[in-house]
């Protein structure tokens, strides 16, 4: 499956901004889905993820309360609604997806086989 994130940009402390990831190739309803993002200097960090079959969702603690996944099988795409952006979450987000079967320890990277180009986010103060 090829991931294309979408939907980055400059936005102001406080407001929201929506991401989006296309998939291709195969249908999203046999993965599990999530996002990653790197900020400047720093090392690559979970975000939020979405179980392919049962509807759970989990995220970063950081996150938590302010951004939501979702995820749309009809139209291949998965969302991440970021709302009450902090200039911290400045980053380049990614979309990641997973079709490895066995036990799924969704906040690691090598959990996911497949992953995305990023968009960048940029919040400012």
């Known amino acids: 499956v090829q991931l294309q994130a979408f939907g980055g940009g400059v936005v102001q402390s406080g407001r929201s901004l929506r991401l989006s990831c296309a998939a291709s190739?195969?249908?999203?309803?046999?993965?599990?889905m999530g996002w990653f993002r790197q900020a400047p200097g720093k090392e690559r960090e979970f975000v939020a993820a979405?179980?392919?079959?049962?509807?759970?969702?989990y995220y970063a603690d950081s996150v938590k309360g302010r951004f939501t996944i979702s995820r749309d099988n009809a139209k291949n795409t998965v969302y991440l609604q970021m709302n009450s952006l902090k200039p911290e979450d400045t980053a380049v987000y990614c979309c990641?997806?997973?079709?490895?079967?066995?036990?799924?320890?969704?906040?690691?990277?090598?959990?996911?086989?497949?992953w995305g180009q990023g968009t960048l986010v940029t919040v400012s103060s």
């Open positions: 190739g195969r249908t999203i309803s046999s993965y599990a």
């Open positions: 990641v997806a997973r079709g490895l079967g066995g036990t799924y320890y969704y906040s690691r990277e090598d959990a996911y086989d497949y």
């Open positions: 979405h179980r392919r079959s049962g509807g759970s969702t």
